[in-house]
Each structure stands twice: as C-alpha cells, then as structure tokens.
C-alpha cells in the first residue's frame, strides 16, 4: 500500500439512476444510507462505491482513450492506493467521515449495463470497492485519504496443568495460531495474538473470557478441558457467558470425525458470540485442533460478515 498521506480524492461523482454513469458534483454528503440524492444510496452494505486512478489508467491504456471521472458509476475516485488490495473491514477516514469497506468488486450486469454499452468494458466489478457509512459528511476532491487496515484481536488460551507448569510443551495452542495464520492470509488480514497457557483453573479460564469479552476482541480461542475428567470444565465456564450459541459447526465437527473415530463424539466442544466476541471452546490434542479447525475455517469469513451485519451471500 501506498503511504497514507499520499492519498487523496480527486472527484466525487453522483448519479440518479442505477446502472449509468456518474457526473461529478462540487462536492457529496455522507449520510447513514450513502450518498445524498444518488442512486446507490439505501440501508445495505453496498452504500458508497469507490474507484482508483490506477484503475483507470490501467483501462485508458487497453482502450486506447481517456476516461472521465464517474464513467464507471463510482462516487469517490481516489489516487495514492490501489483500492482492490484492500480488504472487507478496512476503513477510509476522509476528512470528517468514516467508511467501511464492506465488498471488493461486484458482479457485472454486462450489456444490461449502460456503463458497459458506452464504455465497452467495466471496471467496477473487478477492482472497484464498496462501503458503508460509519460516520457522515462532506466530500470533495482534493480531501485526504487515511486508510486503517482491520487488525482482528485474537486470544488463544490453552488450559493444561502439566503444560503450565513445564512438563511438556503447549502444541494445541501454537497449532491454532498456525490455523488462524493461514485463515487472515487467504483474506488479506491481520490479527494479532494474545496467547494465555494457564492451569485447569475454572476461575482463571473465566477472568480470561471476561477479559475478552470487556476490551472487544474479535474473537477467543481455548483448547483442553472438553472431556468428562474431574478437570475438565472449559464448556461449562464458557456457557455462562457465551450470549448466543452457535451448535451447529460443533454438532457436525462430532458427527463427521465420529463416524469413523466414535471417541470423537465424546469431545464437549461449543461454539457462540459473547458479547462481540466469537468464541471457540475446543479439545486439547493437536489432532483434534487440527480436525477442529479445519471445518471452522470453512464457515469462519461468512460467520464474521454476519456477525458484522454485512449481508453477503
């Protein structure tokens, strides 16, 4: 990315009827729906779309002529970053606003769209970002651009006794930051990790999950303590605070390992939001992390747009 302070809009563009291109104005407002009086404005996540120069340049020279500000329905047309390398979550302070970017590139109408019938091509669906409004005002060209990539707060706890205390080395926990790595990659983010290796402490484990919840992070994950032993009590710890169950990923996690491995089915894992945070209670073995968060990557991008009230589908 392009230092912060390099980028900048350079117009601002608004149109009455979806699917046509923008004319820029003096400057927009930002409301809580979009942009004031144009087309694209409305209470979804797709409020506000934006378009870089380095897009068009790359266009004007496949098409061989110079393209207007607007011609490709965006409302903001930045320079000093390449938009489509952002990620869903990242936010654009220009000047007194705030926006989220929610989508990057869409779905394209083709000859359905007035955009591709005048200019032959389009450019929004593969590079152009959408967002919406965190906080409103004006905008106008020449306004600065401060891009904040999303940092997801991660904690990891591992509950061992012998672990804590040196016998052994903690693997389960390492094993799931090594997934989480692979995960926030795939997805262009970047978490950060705090990683806690207590004892089989009901009342550590739970000042930790209260921790978590207090100071929003985005999400916490335990391994150990699933099983039946006299020490293991993570689920129920985690149930007292957990506000909204999710069942489902750890019902079928069982189902799928148990049918070959019936001892799978012993596992007492759970899933759910606390507060704002997502939470994963798992079992303590490498393989089952392993086995674990395999599927839990699967639905993990789709549960954090939910969660976000960001309605992709």
């Known amino acids: 990315m392009t230092s912060e302070s390099k980028i900048k809009v350079v117009s601002v563009n608004i149109s009455e009827k979806k699917g046509t291109v923008k004319k820029p104005v003096p400057f927009i407002e930002l409301t809580t729906t979009g942009v004031l009086n144009d087309a694209h404005a409305g209470n979804w996540h797709r409020m506000v779309s934006l378009l870089g120069t380095e897009s068009f340049r790359k266009f004007e020279m496949e098409a061989k002529r110079e393209v207007q500000y607007g011609e490709f329905a965006e409302n903001i047309t930045t320079e000093g970053i390449v938009l489509y390398e952002t990620a869903p979550l990242d936010r654009l302070l220009i000047g007194e606003t705030e926006l989220e970017i929610t989508q990057i590139g869409k779905k394209c109408h083709g000859k359905g769209c007035a955009i591709y019938n005048e200019v032959g091509n389009c450019v929004m669906p593969k590079e152009g970002i959408f967002a919406r409004v965190l906080k409103g005002g004006p905008v106008k060209s020449g306004d600065n651009v401060e891009y904040l990539q999303k940092v997801f707060k991660v904690m990891v706890i591992t509950l061992s006794d012998r672990a804590s205390s040196g016998v052994y080395d903690d693997l389960s926990g390492p094993e799931i930051i090594n997934n989480l790595q692979q995960f926030f990659s795939e997805n262009r983010w970047k978490f950060e990790t705090d990683k806690q290796l207590i004892p089989d402490s009901p009342e550590i484990f739970e000042s930790l999950l209260l921790k978590a919840r207090s100071e929003n992070y985005d999400m916490v994950f335990s391994t150990g303590g699933t099983g039946i032993g006299p020490r293991d009590y993570s689920p129920e710890v985690a149930k007292k605070l957990i506000d909204k169950e999710i069942p489902g990923i750890m019902e079928a996690i069982r189902m799928k390992f148990g049918a070959e491995k019936p001892n799978a089915l012993l596992s007492r894992g759970v899933a759910g939001l606390m507060g704002n945070t997502l939470t ?19 639905t993990l991008r789709h549960l954090i747009f939910m969660q976000k009230g960001i309605d992709i589908h």
């Open 280 to 298: 994963y209670v798992l079992p303590g073995s490498v393989k089952a992390i392993k086995e674990y968060m395999g599927e839990i990557k699967i």
